[in-house]
Protein backbone atom coordinates (compact mmCIF):
# COMPACT_ATOMS: atom_id res chain seq x y z
CA UNK A 1 0.00 0.00 0.00
CA UNK A 2 1.09 3.70 -0.65
CA UNK A 3 -1.07 6.52 0.52
CA UNK A 4 -0.17 10.47 0.42
CA UNK A 5 -0.68 13.09 2.83
CA UNK A 6 -0.14 15.62 0.63
CA UNK A 7 3.43 16.41 1.43
CA UNK A 8 5.02 13.18 1.47
CA UNK A 9 3.91 9.30 0.58
CA UNK A 10 4.35 6.34 2.70
CA UNK A 11 4.68 2.97 1.72
CA UNK A 12 4.66 -0.69 3.29
CA UNK A 13 5.35 -3.63 1.44
CA UNK A 14 5.55 -7.62 2.12
CA UNK A 15 5.26 -10.82 1.15
CA UNK A 16 2.63 -13.62 1.93
CA UNK A 17 -1.26 -13.28 2.91
CA UNK A 18 -2.95 -9.49 3.27
CA UNK A 19 -3.56 -9.95 6.93
CA UNK A 20 0.18 -11.20 7.44
CA UNK A 21 1.36 -8.29 5.66
CA UNK A 22 -0.89 -5.70 7.44
CA UNK A 23 -1.88 -5.06 11.07
CA UNK A 24 -3.24 -2.54 12.88
CA UNK A 25 0.20 -0.70 13.69
CA UNK A 26 1.58 -0.47 10.13
CA UNK A 27 -1.90 0.48 8.57
CA UNK A 28 -1.88 3.54 11.07
CA UNK A 29 1.98 4.47 9.56
CA UNK A 30 0.08 4.58 6.25
CA UNK A 31 -0.73 8.23 6.55
CA UNK A 32 -3.09 10.72 4.45
CA UNK A 33 -6.72 10.38 2.67
CA UNK A 34 -5.92 9.16 -0.50
CA UNK A 35 -3.78 6.03 -1.19
CA UNK A 36 -3.84 2.83 -3.56
CA UNK A 37 -3.07 -1.25 -3.47
CA UNK A 38 -1.59 -4.18 -4.99
CA UNK A 39 -2.32 -7.40 -4.09
CA UNK A 40 -0.02 -9.48 -6.53
CA UNK A 41 -0.41 -12.83 -8.73
CA UNK A 42 3.01 -13.02 -10.34
CA UNK A 43 2.71 -13.51 -14.58
CA UNK A 44 5.81 -11.56 -15.49
CA UNK A 45 9.02 -11.91 -12.53
CA UNK A 46 9.31 -14.13 -9.60
CA UNK A 47 7.26 -13.78 -6.50
CA UNK A 48 10.21 -11.72 -4.80
CA UNK A 49 9.92 -8.58 -2.29
CA UNK A 50 11.11 -6.46 -4.89
CA UNK A 51 8.42 -7.60 -7.49
CA UNK A 52 5.87 -6.59 -5.26
CA UNK A 53 3.74 -3.53 -5.99
CA UNK A 54 2.93 -0.52 -5.69
CA UNK A 55 6.30 1.08 -7.40
CA UNK A 56 7.55 4.05 -5.69
CA UNK A 57 9.59 6.60 -7.24
CA UNK A 58 10.29 10.11 -7.68
CA UNK A 59 10.13 12.43 -10.67
CA UNK A 60 12.08 15.78 -10.46
CA UNK A 61 11.24 15.66 -6.70
CA UNK A 62 7.34 14.61 -6.59
CA UNK A 63 6.61 11.16 -5.36
CA UNK A 64 4.69 8.93 -7.91
CA UNK A 65 3.02 5.38 -7.43
CA UNK A 66 1.73 2.47 -9.50
CA UNK A 67 0.11 -0.21 -9.58
CA UNK A 68 -0.66 -2.40 -12.29
CA UNK A 69 -2.97 -5.71 -13.17
CA UNK A 70 -2.53 -7.14 -16.09
CA UNK A 71 0.07 -7.96 -18.77
CA UNK A 72 2.36 -6.44 -21.21
CA UNK A 73 3.59 -8.74 -23.99
CA UNK A 74 6.23 -6.07 -25.19
CA UNK A 75 8.09 -5.24 -21.95
CA UNK A 76 11.16 -6.98 -22.80
CA UNK A 77 11.74 -4.83 -26.03
CA UNK A 78 10.61 -1.16 -23.79
CA UNK A 79 12.92 -2.31 -20.60
CA UNK A 80 16.16 -2.59 -23.13
CA UNK A 81 14.97 1.02 -24.79
CA UNK A 82 14.64 2.41 -20.99
CA UNK A 83 17.97 0.89 -19.82
CA UNK A 84 19.70 2.27 -23.11
CA UNK A 85 18.01 5.73 -22.11
CA UNK A 86 19.69 5.86 -18.77
CA UNK A 87 17.01 4.11 -16.54
CA UNK A 88 17.77 1.71 -13.49
CA UNK A 89 15.71 -1.40 -12.73
CA UNK A 90 15.27 -3.14 -9.31
CA UNK A 91 12.47 -5.71 -10.41
CA UNK A 92 12.07 -8.32 -12.66
CA UNK A 93 8.47 -7.49 -13.55
CA UNK A 94 6.79 -5.97 -16.44
CA UNK A 95 4.83 -2.98 -13.41
CA UNK A 96 7.71 -1.46 -13.57
CA UNK A 97 8.36 -0.96 -17.15
CA UNK A 98 5.03 1.40 -17.08
CA UNK A 99 6.63 2.93 -14.37
CA UNK A 100 9.68 4.05 -16.19
CA UNK A 101 8.02 4.84 -19.21
CA UNK A 102 5.20 7.24 -17.47
CA UNK A 103 8.55 9.19 -15.64
CA UNK A 104 10.18 9.53 -19.01
CA UNK A 105 6.50 10.84 -20.45
CA UNK A 106 6.04 13.32 -18.23
CA UNK A 107 9.26 14.79 -18.09
CA UNK A 108 8.39 16.26 -21.61
CA UNK A 109 5.59 18.46 -21.02
CA UNK A 110 4.80 18.29 -16.75
CA UNK A 111 1.17 16.56 -18.00
CA UNK A 112 0.37 13.62 -16.75
CA UNK A 113 -2.61 13.31 -18.26
CA UNK A 114 -0.51 13.69 -21.54
CA UNK A 115 2.29 11.22 -20.48
CA UNK A 116 -0.34 8.18 -19.84
CA UNK A 117 -1.93 8.20 -22.92
CA UNK A 118 1.49 8.74 -25.11
CA UNK A 119 2.83 5.87 -22.29
CA UNK A 120 -0.53 3.67 -23.78
CA UNK A 121 1.01 4.12 -27.68
CA UNK A 122 3.99 2.24 -26.45
CA UNK A 123 2.11 -0.54 -24.02
CA UNK A 124 0.83 -3.95 -26.28
CA UNK A 125 -1.14 -5.85 -23.75
CA UNK A 126 -3.72 -5.76 -20.82
CA UNK A 127 -3.11 -3.07 -18.49
CA UNK A 128 -5.45 -1.65 -15.45
CA UNK A 129 -3.54 0.89 -13.83
CA UNK A 130 -3.70 2.88 -10.37
CA UNK A 131 -1.50 6.06 -10.07
CA UNK A 132 -0.59 8.03 -6.97
CA UNK A 133 1.21 11.13 -8.17
CA UNK A 134 1.21 14.92 -6.42
CA UNK A 135 -1.75 13.87 -3.83
CA UNK A 136 -4.14 12.62 -6.75
CA UNK A 137 -5.09 9.49 -8.53
CA UNK A 138 -5.15 7.86 -11.77
CA UNK A 139 -7.44 4.82 -12.67
CA UNK A 140 -6.21 4.01 -16.33
CA UNK A 141 -8.07 0.68 -18.49
CA UNK A 142 -6.40 -0.32 -21.88
CA UNK A 143 -8.05 0.74 -24.98
CA UNK A 144 -9.03 -3.18 -25.12
CA UNK A 145 -10.93 -3.68 -22.16
CA UNK A 146 -8.81 -6.69 -21.36
CA UNK A 147 -8.75 -6.32 -18.14
CA UNK A 148 -11.68 -4.90 -15.53
CA UNK A 149 -11.75 -1.44 -13.29
CA UNK A 150 -14.71 -0.48 -11.60
CA UNK A 151 -15.59 2.97 -9.78
CA UNK A 152 -17.65 3.46 -6.37
CA UNK A 153 -18.35 6.04 -3.99
CA UNK A 154 -19.21 6.15 -0.66
CA UNK A 155 -20.14 9.26 1.79
CA UNK A 156 -18.41 11.46 -1.24
CA UNK A 157 -14.84 9.42 -1.05
CA UNK A 158 -14.13 7.93 -4.92
CA UNK A 159 -12.25 4.80 -5.02
CA UNK A 160 -11.50 2.01 -7.88
CA UNK A 161 -10.80 -1.10 -7.99
CA UNK A 162 -9.81 -4.45 -10.26
CA UNK A 163 -12.93 -6.30 -8.66
CA UNK A 164 -16.16 -4.81 -7.63
CA UNK A 165 -16.31 -6.94 -4.79
CA UNK A 166 -14.09 -4.43 -2.78
CA UNK A 167 -16.18 -2.82 -2.62
CA UNK A 168 -19.09 -4.57 -1.05
CA UNK A 169 -16.57 -5.05 1.89
CA UNK A 170 -17.01 -1.57 2.80
CA UNK A 171 -20.33 -0.69 2.27
CA UNK A 172 -19.48 1.10 -1.21
CA UNK A 173 -21.76 1.87 -3.82
CA UNK A 174 -20.62 0.26 -7.19
CA UNK A 175 -21.08 2.90 -9.80
CA UNK A 176 -19.54 1.70 -13.19
CA UNK A 177 -17.03 0.47 -15.02
CA UNK A 178 -13.78 2.34 -16.25
CA UNK A 179 -14.47 2.10 -20.42
CA UNK A 180 -11.87 0.91 -22.34
CA UNK A 181 -9.04 3.78 -22.81
CA UNK A 182 -10.39 5.68 -20.39
CA UNK A 183 -8.57 7.82 -18.05
CA UNK A 184 -10.15 8.96 -14.55
CA UNK A 185 -8.08 11.87 -13.09
CA UNK A 186 -9.38 12.06 -8.99
CA UNK A 187 -8.50 14.48 -6.42
CA UNK A 188 -10.09 16.03 -3.14
CA UNK A 189 -12.64 18.17 -5.10
CA UNK A 190 -13.69 16.20 -8.00
CA UNK A 191 -13.20 14.19 -11.34
CA UNK A 192 -12.22 14.64 -14.40
CA UNK A 193 -12.84 11.77 -17.32
CA UNK A 194 -10.85 11.96 -20.52
CA UNK A 195 -12.59 9.84 -22.73
CA UNK A 196 -10.95 6.27 -24.09
CA UNK A 197 -11.66 5.59 -28.52
CA UNK A 198 -14.88 4.82 -28.91
CA UNK A 199 -13.88 2.83 -32.31
CA UNK A 200 -11.97 0.34 -30.94
CA UNK A 201 -13.15 -3.49 -30.61
CA UNK A 202 -13.66 -5.11 -26.77
CA UNK A 203 -11.70 -8.18 -26.13
CA UNK A 204 -12.37 -8.36 -22.52
CA UNK A 205 -10.08 -11.43 -20.81
CA UNK A 206 -12.54 -14.51 -21.06
CA UNK A 207 -10.40 -16.34 -17.92
CA UNK A 208 -11.59 -13.49 -15.60
CA UNK A 209 -15.70 -15.06 -16.49
CA UNK A 210 -13.83 -18.43 -16.19
CA UNK A 211 -11.57 -18.53 -13.26
CA UNK A 212 -10.20 -15.20 -11.70
CA UNK A 213 -13.03 -13.65 -10.98
CA UNK A 214 -14.97 -13.80 -7.91
CA UNK A 215 -18.55 -15.23 -8.91
CA UNK A 216 -19.67 -11.89 -7.01
CA UNK A 217 -18.42 -9.35 -8.86
CA UNK A 218 -19.66 -7.35 -11.59
CA UNK A 219 -17.34 -6.92 -14.65
CA UNK A 220 -18.49 -4.86 -17.84
CA UNK A 221 -22.17 -4.89 -16.14
CA UNK A 222 -22.09 -8.28 -15.99
CA UNK A 223 -22.22 -10.40 -12.82
CA UNK A 224 -19.69 -13.19 -12.94
CA UNK A 225 -22.22 -15.86 -11.41
CA UNK A 226 -24.75 -15.69 -13.96
CA UNK A 227 -21.87 -15.53 -17.06
CA UNK A 228 -20.85 -18.95 -15.18
CA UNK A 229 -24.22 -20.55 -15.03
CA UNK A 230 -25.11 -19.96 -18.99
CA UNK A 231 -21.10 -21.01 -19.63
CA UNK A 232 -22.47 -24.12 -17.92
CA UNK A 233 -25.84 -24.10 -19.49
CA UNK A 234 -24.69 -22.93 -22.99
CA UNK A 235 -22.02 -25.55 -22.81
CA UNK A 236 -24.72 -28.58 -22.18
CA UNK A 237 -26.84 -27.23 -25.19
CA UNK A 238 -23.36 -27.55 -27.33
CA UNK A 239 -22.01 -31.03 -25.85
CA UNK A 240 -25.02 -32.84 -24.19
CA UNK A 241 -23.68 -35.63 -22.36
CA UNK A 242 -25.44 -38.93 -20.79
CA UNK A 243 -23.86 -39.27 -17.79
CA UNK A 244 -25.06 -39.35 -14.18
CA UNK A 245 -23.90 -36.81 -11.99
CA UNK A 246 -22.19 -33.62 -12.96
CA UNK A 247 -19.57 -32.79 -10.59
CA UNK A 248 -17.11 -29.78 -10.93
CA UNK A 249 -13.21 -29.22 -10.16
CA UNK A 250 -13.70 -26.59 -7.41
CA UNK A 251 -14.04 -24.04 -6.98
CA UNK A 252 -14.34 -21.28 -10.29
CA UNK A 253 -16.05 -24.55 -12.03
CA UNK A 254 -19.33 -24.99 -9.48
CA UNK A 255 -21.11 -21.92 -10.44
CA UNK A 256 -20.82 -23.33 -14.80
CA UNK A 257 -21.50 -27.60 -13.40
CA UNK A 258 -24.62 -25.77 -11.67
CA UNK A 259 -26.15 -24.44 -14.84
CA UNK A 260 -24.69 -27.53 -16.61
CA UNK A 261 -26.86 -29.59 -13.98
CA UNK A 262 -30.15 -27.19 -14.35
CA UNK A 263 -30.13 -26.89 -18.46
CA UNK A 264 -29.73 -31.04 -18.44
CA UNK A 265 -31.50 -32.10 -15.80
CA UNK A 266 -28.65 -33.99 -14.22
CA UNK A 267 -27.93 -34.27 -10.69
CA UNK A 268 -25.15 -31.97 -9.48
CA UNK A 269 -22.81 -33.50 -6.93
CA UNK A 270 -19.67 -33.16 -5.55
CA UNK A 271 -16.35 -35.77 -5.89
CA UNK A 272 -13.58 -33.79 -4.90
CA UNK A 273 -12.28 -31.56 -1.38
CA UNK A 274 -10.20 -29.04 -2.53
CA UNK A 275 -7.14 -28.27 0.05
CA UNK A 276 -7.80 -23.94 1.33
CA UNK A 277 -3.81 -23.52 1.85
CA UNK A 278 -2.12 -24.79 -1.50
CA UNK A 279 -2.06 -22.21 -4.07
CA UNK A 280 -2.68 -21.92 -8.22
CA UNK A 281 -1.78 -24.90 -9.45
CA UNK A 282 -1.96 -24.50 -13.60
CA UNK A 283 1.32 -21.87 -13.69
CA UNK A 284 3.56 -24.10 -11.97
CA UNK A 285 7.08 -24.39 -14.74
CA UNK A 286 6.87 -28.48 -14.88
CA UNK A 287 4.22 -31.03 -15.81
CA UNK A 288 5.64 -32.92 -12.68
CA UNK A 289 5.25 -30.01 -10.34
CA UNK A 290 1.77 -29.50 -11.66
CA UNK A 291 0.80 -33.19 -10.82
CA UNK A 292 2.40 -32.94 -7.24
CA UNK A 293 0.54 -30.03 -6.61
CA UNK A 294 -2.66 -31.34 -8.02
CA UNK A 295 -2.61 -34.21 -5.69
CA UNK A 296 -1.98 -31.87 -2.46
CA UNK A 297 -4.58 -29.41 -3.97
CA UNK A 298 -7.48 -31.88 -4.41
CA UNK A 299 -8.69 -35.17 -2.52
CA UNK A 300 -11.49 -37.56 -4.25
CA UNK A 301 -14.40 -38.23 -2.14
CA UNK A 302 -14.10 -42.36 -2.89
CA UNK A 303 -17.54 -42.85 -1.75
CA UNK A 304 -18.90 -40.31 -4.61
CA UNK A 305 -16.64 -41.44 -7.20
CA UNK A 306 -16.75 -45.32 -7.29
CA UNK A 307 -18.96 -46.80 -9.59
Keep these: ISTS ?15 EVFNGKKLKKLKGNIGIGHVRYSTTGKSRIENSQPFHSRIDGLD ?12 WELRRELEKGGYTFKSTTDSEVISHLIRREYRKDNNMIKAIERTSKHLIGSYSLVILFNH ?14 ALAEKDGTRMVASESVAFD ?16 HLNN ?13 RAHCMFEYV ?17 RLEIGRALHREHPADVDVVMPVPDSAITAAIGYSRESGIPYGEGLIKNRYVGRTFIMPTQEERETAVKLKMNPIKSELKG
Excluded: C, W
Excluded at 5 to 19: I, Q
Excluded at 68 to 75: A, C, E, P, T
Excluded at 136 to 149: H, N, S, T
Design 136 to 149: ELYAVRDPLGIKPL
Design 189 to 201: EESHIIKGSEKMR
Design 211 to 227: YFARPDSIIDGRNVYEV
Design 5 to 19: NGKRFYTHKGMGLVY
Design 64 to 75: IAIAHNGDIVNS
Design 169 to 184: VIGAEYRRDVQPGEII
